[in-house]
């Protein structure tokens, strides 16, 4: 799945014309989007693991979608789940303290927070990364 432009504009394009965009606008990314798709993919693998719910329809219900940002050099890979109720879920998490119980969602704790903290090193790494695609382009 494939998403072009972002909020109330954006088009989302599934099936084998997505499938075909996709895989042009990788090739034209190359290392960068391998990367953003490999972290976007262990969030999705640590989120499905450990999800609070066992039903597995909210828990199977995770994708990553690629959204192409026109008229800007802007990529994205999401993380999301088409379960509309998954951002109601709330699980027990047991702090330090004996009587120290907050309730927290799975969704926050399993996906939002580690895809801030993968974005904010991936700003750092993958210009290298790009970089050194670009000079194997140029070199080869």
Excluded: C, H
């Amino acid at each position: 799945m494939i998403r072009v432009g972002k909020g109330r504009s954006a088009v989302t394009i599934d099936g084998p014309l997505a499938d075909g965009l996709e895989k042009q606008i990788r090739e034209i990314l190359g290392p960068v989007a391998d990367k953003m798709q490999e972290e976007a993919d262990a969030i999705v693998t640590k989120a499905e693991s450990e999800w609070p719910i066992y039903s597995g329809k909210s828990a199977g219900a995770f994708s990553t979608m690629l959204t192409v940002i026109p008229g800007t050099f802007r990529v994205e890979v999401s993380v999301i789940n088409s379960a509309p109720y998954t951002r109601y879920i709330k699980s027990t998490k047991v702090g330090k303290s004996d009587d120290a119980t907050r309730i927290r969602s799975p969704l926050q704790t399993l996906v939002a927070k580690p895809a801030r903290e993968v974005t904010r090193r991936l700003k750092k790494e993958l210009p290298a990364i790009l970089a050194a695609a670009l000079n194997n382009d140029l070199e080869g």
